[in-house]
């Protein structure tokens, strides 16, 4: 195919498809596949080398090279010129294959005969699948002509092997999408679930990637791309009057969307006999690529623009992703690459677990995640190209490890598992309505965090005893605009409502930091967890703090309401919050509203300072509650969201215990009511630790109540101080060893 023509690729393409068609099995049909690539290249060599597991190359079938080598030559990714094509997606296409860098021989081959090498990925939507290569022995460059069709050519392989079309009798393949992986990622949310899987945006399956009539093909593109950007232009129109970031983002999509590379390329395929999902495909698949090997975020960020349109264009052009959750299986488990917090509640409970490609421990989707008591594992890579729509699915929150397609053993094993929880579940419900008193007779109360609508149930069902922490944010991340005061006003009556008089502490607005509005311009912040966020919004635009204030009176409706500041650094800070509240309640007041029967205002401890504040503001204070999750980030200055640092430093630290238990002498000294909300209040040791070290009141996740106060019954928190208290005179780091030795014996 020197001179090869347009027309010429798309005979070798029909040929190939003819060979597919043929009843051979999986290996006979690669055997002919390589045989048809050399004649009509004109090539001595055409192989196949695909991907045996993540990390190993194997030589499949060859036509030119020694037929014994086949399905014994492997190399590593990143091996040899063949490696080197698989590990960086890109083409090598050099005329002295022996004096090129990275050249790796492999004499059983017998190709140190053949002087120049091209080679080009055989990848499917950022899924890597193999390499397929031509050798001669002349001495040459490969055209660019040549170098295309072989990629059209590598195209189709890719589709052909997605359709397990080299899976077969006499094939040393294993078929795609059918074996057992275990994936490793990181736990966002305990408890462990067995489903389907359920994509958030299925791959989109082409069965033609080979078509007859080309101009037929570009027809059904070219009205393909008109019903795009008339998508888009509408999605502009609509956001005409929203948000700036917004338009550029949906301005960039036109721009995609217009642009006449992108069409030409694609174009060009279908000349060379491609049909019009496989082009676009193509294309997806080489921006794929690119997308890994790009440093630059603003760069990835456009193909990842680009990405999303050829997704758009492959379901207008196939028809397929148009499903509803109408259409989810049973018990699914949903896979997303990553997912917003309205995404999620729109599954809402109907799901048993998700597993994201990318998200973190912080995210918005981790928050809703954790509030709605699904299993989440993020970060777990691949799992979007691994997965199917309906494959059997396990996923351990705890571990952050997730089982697809499992084998019997591992699913026995992971049954087993969850019957083992499921009766701790059994035994926790039977202590539901018992206060949770320890053995030497002291009371902790434990109340439970919420922030969504579908918290409500947990909190007859948890047995908590109230909510100790409610996140108003949530209510804010999840809708698309601003929401307005009746609409606060009615969902916090709702919760006040659902709460039957037991206390409910409502957290104003703590956004910023990672919690970001879509609908709130972004600041641009070196250190966002240490920037504008929460209270110190508040204050400075006090237009939504306001607002907020007085729906909650309204919800309130003369009934006790219980308002918190999070993030406070300083007293002068409560004060002025505090004073906000002062002029909200005068102007209820003036409007003729009932006012709150009682109204607690408190704030959040998130940070040292405030832990040194003056004696005074722990005289003002109506109580105060320690939000660990922040306090304990910059205590030690390890961000809470970064995995590698998050879990180096213990809770159970005995200079982190030795601050919590300074707060509580300044509380006792002062009468200020204490309370903990932070995660760590959640997890048994931890919770049995602050109790002993005098915090009375704990918030926690409704599902963790139960594992808590199972402990908290058979502890004596006055041997467990002293063993706190022994540790640190031992100079221990952390007291968590002993801790757990007097837990072992009890
Ligand atoms: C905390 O920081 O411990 C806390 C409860 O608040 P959030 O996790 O919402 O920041
Ligand atoms: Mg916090």
Redesign the pocket.
């Known amino acids: 195919m020197a001179d090869s023509t347009e027309s010429e690729s798309r005979k070798l393409l029909v040929r190939l498809r003819e060979a597919m068609a043929g009843d051979e099995a999986g290996q006979a049909r690669l055997d002919k596949i390589t045989h048809l690539i050399a004649d009509s290249m004109g090539t001595e060599v055409c192989s196949v080398y695909l991907f045996r597991d993540d990390e190993t190359l194997e030589l499949c079938a060859t036509e030119g090279l020694n037929t014994e080598s086949v399905h014994q030559t492997r190399m590593r990714m990143g091996e040899g010129l063949v490696g080197r094509v698989a590990k960086y997606g890109k083409v090598v296409n050099t005329p002295d294959a022996p004096g090129a860098k990275g050249f790796r021989y492999m004499p059983e081959t017998g190709e140190e005969r053949f002087s120049s090498f091209l080679g080009v990925p055989v990848q499917r939507l950022g899924e890597k699948l193999g390499v397929l290569v031509v050798q001669s022995r002349e001495e040459r460059m490969f055209s660019a002509d040549e170098v295309y069709g072989l990629e059209v050519v590598a195209m189709v392989i890719a589709e052909m092997t997605e359709l397990g079309a080299f899976v077969g009798e006499g094939a040393a393949l294993s078929p795609l999408h059918q074996q057992s992986v275990l994936l490793r990622g990181t736990s966002a949310q305990e408890g462990s679930a067995e489903g389907h899987v359920w994509l958030h945006e299925p791959r989109v399956v082409i069965t033609n990637p080979i078509a007859d009539d080309p101009h037929r093909e570009m027809e059904r593109l070219i009205e393909a791309v008109d019903e795009l950007r008339v998508g888009v232009d509408k999605m502009l129109e609509v956001s005409l009057d929203g948000d700036k970031e917004q338009m550029q983002v949906l301005e960039a999509y036109r721009m995609f969307a217009n642009s006449k590379g992108w069409m030409r390329r694609m174009e060009e395929d279908i000349s060379r006999g491609l049909s019009a999902e496989a082009a676009v495909e193509k294309e997806q698949s080489q921006a794929r690529a690119r997308m890994s090997q790009v440093q630059d975020s603003y760069l990835r960020e456009r193909l990842s623009d680009l990405d999303d349109l050829s997704n758009r264009l492959l379901r207008i052009l196939t028809g397929q992703g148009a499903t509803s959750s109408a259409d989810l299986p049973v018990d699914p488990i949903l896979i997303a690459r990553n997912i917003g917090p309205g995404d999620l509640l729109e599954y809402g409970r109907s799901l048993r677990g998700v597993v994201l490609e990318e998200g973190s421990v912080?995210s918005h989707a981790a928050?809703v995640a954790r509030a709605l008591a699904i299993p989440l594992v993020v970060n777990a890579k691949r799992i979007t190209t691994e997965a199917l729509n309906g494959d059997h699915i396990m996923v351990d929150g705890e571990q952050g490890v997730v089982h697809l397609r499992p084998e019997d053993m591992v699913t026995t094993a992971f049954r087993d598992k969850m019957a083992m929880q499921a009766k701790a579940q059994e035994r926790y419900s039977s202590i539901r309505d018992r206060p949770a008193v320890t053995k030497d007779g002291k009371t902790v109360n434990l109340m439970m965090?919420a922030g969504l609508m579908a918290d409500l149930p947990s909190l007859e069902s948890s047995g908590a005893e109230g909510v100790g922490?409610f996140?108003t944010?949530l209510q804010f991340l999840v809708r698309n605009k601003m929401p307005k005061r009746t609409e606060l006003a009615v969902l916090y009556k709702r919760v006040l409502d659902a709460g039957h008089g037991k206390r409910v502490v409502f957290?104003t607005l703590?956004i910023g930091?990672d919690?970001v509005l879509p609908y709130m311009k972004p600041t641009d912040e070196p250190n966002p967890a240490l920037g504008w966020r929460?209270i110190r919004v508040g204050l400075d635009k006090p237009g939504v703090m306001r607002m907020q204030l007085q729906a909650l009176m309204r919800a309130a409706d003369g009934r006790p309401l219980t308002i918190m500041f999070?993030?406070v650094a300083q007293f002068e800070e409560y004060r002025a919050a505090r004073a906000e509240v002062e002029k909200t309640l005068e102007r209820e007041r003036r409007l003729g509203h009932p006012l709150p029967e009682v109204l607690d205002v408190g704030a959040?401890l998130?940070t040292p300072s405030l832990a040194f504040a003056p004696q005074k503001f722990f005289e003002e204070v109506g109580f105060l509650?320690?939000?660990?999750?922040?306090?304990?980030?910059f205590f030690f200055a390890a961000d809470?969201e970064n995995e590698r640092v998050r879990k180096r430093y213990d809770t159970l630290n005995v200079s982190f215990l030795s601050l919590i238990e300074r707060i509580v002498e300044r509380c006792e000294s002062t009468n200020t009511p204490l309370s903990f909300?932070?995660?760590?209040a959640g997890r048994p040791i931890e919770a049995v630790c602050l109790a002993a070290i005098g915090i009375r009141t704990l918030?926690m996740r409704p599902a963790s109540i139960g594992p808590v106060k199972s402990l908290l019954l058979r502890v004596d928190l006055d041997a467990l101080r002293k063993i706190i208290a022994d540790a640190r005179h031992r100079g221990e780091q952390s007291v968590r060893p002993a801790v757990m030795d007097y837990l072992r014996d009890l």
Do not use: H, V, Y
């Open positions: 912080g928050i965090n922490l996140r944010e957290r703590d930091s919690k929460a999070p993030f959040m998130e509650s320690i939000g660990g999750n922040d306090l304990k980030q809470r909300c932070g995660e760590d918030s």
